[in-house]
T-cell receptor
């Protein structure tokens, strides 16, 4: 069974600053994928970033990057130059190739102007 | 290419009635997932379907809940004899292949009176 733990229910960051959201996971698979999804107040789920476990290089998407530590089963999300539009719930998720995607409980991110 | 379409957006039912939630995946996507989200919580996996097959229903209650994804037409999540505890947002997502990006619908908010 796969599990995802997000230990920070809420976080706040000053606009233009950098924030890191934590995520740890557990899986018995060797081939799997990790995701960060954003859910703004509109409720729409938006993919922020995706990482393939077999790739050692950390994924980046503009201001969003991850710190993937495979041995530690850690997958944190770093948001640089935080903007007001980044305020949302952020969900970490894991899946293997043939299975469902499992989500963590989420971290609510507040951006302080 | 239209995104994942869910309808209705809001559904109100009285206790004991049936709720039918519809999901049309993106064109070319044969993998459909249903998730339930309670207020201020993450997404809980319910069921994973491919065309005409249920792949994994380990997250779906054994009674009153059923899901299908027929050869033609949308995927349907059916809840019989609804109770107040069924009130939640139900999200559908589709993917062309497991491990790739999930595309989410806007969800159906079910309210049971």
């Amino acid at each position: 069974a796969q599990t995802v733990t997000q230990s920070q229910p809420e976080m706040s960051v000053q606009e233009a600053e950098t924030v890191t959201l934590s995520c740890t996971y557990d899986t018995s698979e060797s081939d799997y994928y990790l995701f960060w999804y954003k859910q703004p107040p509109s409720r729409q789920m938006i993919l922020v970033i995706r990482q393939e476990a077999y790739k050692q290089q950390n994924a980046t998407e503009n201001r969003f990057s991850v710190n993937f530590q495979k041995a530690a089963k850690s997958f944190s999300l770093k948001i640089s130059d935080s903007q007001l539009g980044d305020a949302a719930m952020y969900f970490c998720a894991v899946t293997n190739r043939d299975d469902k995607i499992i989500f963590g409980k989420g971290t609510r991110l507040h951006i302080l102007p | 290419n239209a995104g994942v379409m869910q309808n209705p957006r809001h559904l109100v039912r009285r206790r004991g009635q049936e709720a039918r939630l519809r999901c049309s995946p993106m064109k070319g996507h044969s993998h459909v997932y249903w998730y339930r989200q309670l207020p201020e919580e993450g997404l809980k996996f319910m069921v994973y379907l491919q065309k005409e097959n249920i792949i994994d229903e380990s997250g779906m209650p054994k009674e009153r809940f059923s899901a299908e994804f027929p050869k033609e037409g949308p995927s349907i999540l059916r809840i019989q004899q609804v109770v107040r505890g069924d009130s939640a947002a139900y999200f559908c997502a589709s993917s062309p292949s497991p491990g790739l990006k999930l595309f989410f619908g806007s969800g159906t908010q079910l309210s049971v009176l």
